[in-house]
């Protein structure tokens, strides 16, 4: 069966992801839909072909571009990332709303059967904006991410929500096998989005230092607005940082031999945890919510009582058990739904 994933996941001009955690979990389901006997390809509306990836990606030009490729496939599989949200609330009619419509649109019209897997819901206020996520979903079967998730898109949706989980896990045992253990663990990540980062000061830097030696910045989003280049310029000049040029297993491998990952971005979040690296969640996102509730995660509003709490307070083996038990409640329930989700996409096509 050939089947298309439509995502947030876009390629830059270098070749390298735009957003390392969208295109870590584009890999990640890609690669289970190859392995449950799926031709898998990657529609990517970015500038370039991927470098550094082994899943298949088609550049896509647009709305014709992608109604082309959707004619050549069994199935459409929508996810993951937080994809039913009003990410451009000043424009009318652009951003995920839209990608969303435009690819319900297209999978009606051609009867593709639809599966929206893994997704993140964000609250979306904006009638315009809702009236396109819910044409996208009208022929649609949906699993979410997590059960708030599966409340707000029972408003978009005909059929029942279900709930999966974030298609990230599926690199889980990949990820385990380069955790290093605990006696080799040195340094700290800072994974902050473009909101957050503005907020680290050489202070911050220097106490992080002076706890964990080298502290490293990992800056998720690679393109024009980067979280590496929201930061103040004497920050960034004393970080070692990683502001772009790589893919996501780069990111992975940095943190893998860390005693600690302070982030704001969710899937730096997920690559800590699957790499049984300690993390400390900053910010009040209601993606970032849904994470630390599931994971047992410690959270931080502000940047500076993260440094504070990540110096004070290291994980113990406590928290540690808790989230590893976290962890496999939420890959089996990924798995079981995938099964279904896969069943439902072979009966229909």
């Known amino acids: 069966m050939r ?16 957003n390392l955690g969208d ?76 990608l969303m419509a435009v690819t319900g649109l297209i999978a009606r019209t051609s009867r593709t059967p639809l599966a929206v897997f893994g997704v993140g819901a964000d609250p979306v206020t904006r009638r315009r904006a809702r009236l396109a996520l819910r044409s996208g979903l009208d022929a649609a079967r949906v699993w979410t991410r997590d059960p708030d998730s599966a409340g707000r898109a029972a408003g978009y949706s005909k059929a029942p929500v279900e709930v999966a989980a974030d298609v990230s896990l599926f690199a889980a045992p990949e990820l385990a096998e380069l955790a290093a253990p605990a006696d080799r663990r040195r340094g700290a990540v800072v994974a902050l989005n473009a909101k957050h980062s503005p907020q680290v000061t050489l202070a911050h830097v220097q106490a992080l230092e002076e706890r964990f030696g080298e502290v490293v910045f990992v800056s998720m989003d690679q393109g024009d607005d980067s979280d590496a280049g929201a930061l103040a310029p004497e920050v960034r000049d004393r970080l070692t940082t990683e ?107």
């Open 3 to 18: 089947t298309l994933i439509v995502s947030a996941d876009r390629t830059l001009a270098s070749g390298h992801p735009q």
């Open 243 to 349: 502001p772009g040029d790589h893919g996501w297993r780069r990111a992975a491998g940095i943190m893998a031999d860390r005693e600690v990952v302070v982030a704001s971005r969710m899937h730096a979040m997920y690559l800590g945890t699957m790499l049984s690296t300690p993390v400390l969640a900053v910010g009040g996102a209601t993606k970032v919510g849904a994470f630390t509730t599931e994971f047992g995660t410690r959270t931080e509003p502000a940047f500076d009582r993260a440094v504070r709490t990540a110096i004070a307070a290291p994980a113990d083996a406590g928290a540690a058990s808790t989230t590893a038990a976290a962890l496999v409640a939420a890959t089996a329930r990924l798995d079981a739904a995938f099964e279904e989700m896969t069943s439902w996409v072979r009966r229909t096509a």
């Open 23 to 98: 295109a870590f979990l584009t890999d990640a389901l890609s690669e289970r839909l190859r392995r449950a006997g799926h031709e898998t390809v990657i529609a990517d509306f970015g500038q370039a072909g991927r470098l550094d990836s082994t899943e298949q990606r088609a550049r896509v030009s647009g709305v014709r571009a992608l109604a082309d490729l959707v004619r050549q496939v069994d199935a459409v599989v929508v996810g993951g990332g937080t994809l039913l949200a009003d990410d451009q609330p000043t424009r009318p009619f652009a951003g995920l709303p839209r």
